[in-house]
């Protein structure tokens, strides 16, 4: 019985230990301290985090966290109207999100929010686990013509931090056990290494085995006591006791006498085999980084004995084999190859990459550079206003959700666009091109994707100078400021694999859809005839050959299949860019229909699919780019090393 009350008290003591530090965490947690707006008061205090109810409104400074599931009311920053979340705490993804305020709460800058005369009333779905949906209708008093439609853009989740952005302020919409991040957290998950089920297995049918011998010696006992006078057996002691007493009690003494079958000290035996097999895995001089300085940590005892026994390995590619830091390396336009790294033709690779260390050597600021390819230089001097190279690189610059920001004026609000916490958000610097212009603007993306893409676009002089809410200006190679009007974002999802902009350019009445996606999403979208004038003047075709014109359309859409075939085999990440003119009357009759389906009160996000599928069509197909997103130090050598050991390595990509 020693052994058995040893490990039972090994258990309850680990269980125990277990126990307290959640509780310790819980009670950390519940007991922080959040801003809430206090309407009798007219000011905000200190509230814990376990009092905040639905329908407070509650301030975050920079890098707070969020106590619950916030409606973004009003941001600091008053000229995007926007602020950025970290979500690594939910979702493990350590890029910014940018979070919008509803536009109709979008306040004129400079004018502050009001909370003593804010009223409202939140018509949303009920509390569910999924981080990626939300919707809902904010309902201003005025009647039904003024509700606001929200979005998951919209909604601040528990659990996340806000990065680069001063202050926000939230109405809570979920809190306590109703927030996202507490519907998904179902407690720690039961771990049990293989062998460790199979000796629970076999135990279990050792005990059943030592039942049933026990009951059958009992049973037997009882037929051959019954069918003997055995008080005469001067053998057996007398006793008074009824044949079924003593058939209890022969059962209890068999089992006593057969409990050897079942090995308790075969857990006590695994317990110290598992003690030293950490011990030897932390003293293991090839599982050392020098680099690091940190040895290998063991954090469950109960599965280090499945290490020898890993056959597959299940990896992430974004941010796990690769460092999620993008490089503009290629691009073609037209069906026209224009490589962007020195000294690369066409049919070679591009150059081998700095190391990670090598690059963080130079310090946060040192952002790669996209060499221009000469060739695409002569041809935007030479088609210069109105050329499909041009339109190429203007989808680059304006088909994104990037921000910028003055970085001197960033400093001077204690907002700086570096990594908090060890998060990565994509930031990078862009100089002015003459000495006149010395702020730096501050490129600040939610994907390196589109960082990569906007820094491409300013390797040629096309540079995001600016971004609002219905605006957008670029700065083109002549020094000249283009605003445009941005009518309607309609942002990426996995159903489509796209994303388009309706813009119409400041001063004109021309409407222009730009679209970049997949290339399987774009060439389901573009037609053969649209804009065939244009590619006759760039291509130099006869302009009387329609037919010509036609079989060169076609084998642009071929070219551009096959060198984006290339760039697959190269490892890049590729996305085609598309455009389209829009009429007046075909732009006012989607727009009508797409603000239904904005409105909508329930499946809304299927409706705003359909609607952008209905737009994003007949597109006239401009290129394709190719991305570099490099790989972490000595990935190869590694997975050599599994495969070398018999380990089958599987990547899993959204590509």
């Keep these: 019985m020693m052994p058995l009350l040893f490990v039972l008290a090994v258990t309850a003591v680990k269980d125990i230990f277990e126990d307290r530090r959640r509780y310790l965490n819980d009670r950390e947690v519940n007991y922080r301290r959040a801003s809430v707006y206090n309407s009798e008061t007219k000011c905000y205090e200190d509230t814990m985090w376990r009092d905040v109810v639905v329908g407070d409104v509650v301030k975050v400074e920079s890098d707070g966290v969020f106590p619950s599931d916030l409606l973004l009311l009003h941001s600091s920053d008053q000229v995007s109207n926007l602020c950025y979340v970290e979500t690594s705490n939910l979702d493990g993804e350590t890029n910014l999100k940018q979070r919008t305020v509803p536009k109709g709460l979008v306040l004129p800058e400079g004018e502050s929010f009001d909370e003593s005369s804010f009223k409202a009333r939140v018509h949303c779905e009920n509390p569910h686990h999924q981080i990626y949906s939300f919707t809902g209708y904010l309902e201003l008093p005025g009647g039904g013509s003024t509700n606001v439609p929200l979005t998951k853009d919209n909604l601040l989740l528990r659990g996340c931090a806000l990065r680069n952005t001063r202050l926000v302020l939230g109405l809570v919409v979920y809190s306590g056990h109703e927030t996202k991040a507490m519907l998904n957290n179902s407690g720690p998950p039961s771990k049990r290494s293989k062998l460790e089920r199979a000796i629970n297995g076999e135990i279990i049918l050792l005990v059943s085995l030592l039942f049933v011998c026990c009951a059958i010696g009992a049973i037997g006992n009882r037929i051959w006591t019954g069918s003997r006078n055995y008080r005469t057996l001067i053998y057996l002691p007398g006793s008074d006791l009824d044949l079924d007493t003593d058939a209890f009690f ?73 460092e999620n830091e993008m490089v503009f390396r290629r691009c073609n336009i037209n069906g026209v190859e224009y490589p962007h790294s020195l000294d690369v033709s066409p049919s070679c690779s591009p150059p081998p990459p700095l190391s990670l260390k090598e690059r963080r050597a130079l310090g946060p600021n040192s952002e790669p550079s996209v060499p221009s390819d000469v060739k695409l230089v002569e041809h935007l001097k030479v088609y210069q206003g109105d050329s499909i190279e041009e339109e190429f690189i203007l989808v680059l610059a304006i088909c994104n959700t990037v921000v910028t920001s003055d970085r001197s004026t960033n400093s001077s609000n204690g907002k700086t666009p570096s990594k908090k916490g060890g998060s990565d958000t994509a930031t990078a610097t862009s100089t002015s091109p003459s000495p006149d212009e010395s702020p730096k603007i501050v490129y600040e993306a939610e994907s390196p994707d589109e960082l990569a893409l906007v820094l491409a676009a300013q390797a040629y002089g096309y540079v995001l100078h600016s971004r609002s809410v219905d605006s957008v200006t670029v700065r083109f190679p ?24 309706i813009v119409r350019r400041r001063g004109t009445d021309a409407i222009q859809l730009l679209c970049k996606g997949a290339d399987s999403a774009i060439y389901a979208c573009f037609t053969h005839e649209t804009g065939v004038g244009r590619f006759r003047r760039t291509m130099s075709l006869p302009s009387d050959d329609l037919c010509s014109s036609r079989r060169a359309t076609e084998t642009r859409a071929d070219a551009t299949q096959r060198l984006l075939d290339m760039y697959g085999r190269h490892g890049l990440r590729t996305l085609c860019m598309a455009s389209r003119v829009l009429s007046e009357d075909e732009y006012g009759a989607w727009l009508q229909e797409h603000q239904e ?54 990547v899993l990509t959204g590509d």
């Design 478 to 501: 002549d020094c000249s400021l283009v605003t445009y009007d941005v009518l309607n974002i309609l942002h990426f999802d996995s159903t489509r694999k796209r994303m388009s902009v």
């Design 250 to 322: 022969i059962f209890l003494t068999l089992v006593i006498a057969l409990q050897v079958l079942v090995p308790i000290s075969l857990y006590i035996t695994i317990e110290f085999v598992k003690i030293f097999q950490v011990l030897f895995l932390h003293w293991d001089r090839h599982l050392y980084s020098a680099r690091t300085n940190k040895r290998l940590v063991c954090r469950a005892l109960n599965l280090n004995e499945d290490l020898g026994q890993i056959q597959y390995v299940f990896s992430d590619k974004t941010g796990t084999l690769t």
């Design 597 to 650: 389906a904005e409105y909508a009160a329930t499946n809304r996000e299927e409706l705003l699919r359909l609607s952008a599928c209905r737009i994003e069509r007949d597109l006239e197909l401009l290129g394709a780019t190719g991305i570099e997103d490099r790989l972490q130090d000595n990935v190869a050598s590694t997975i050599a090393g599994l495969r070398a050991a018999g380990i089958y390595v599987w």
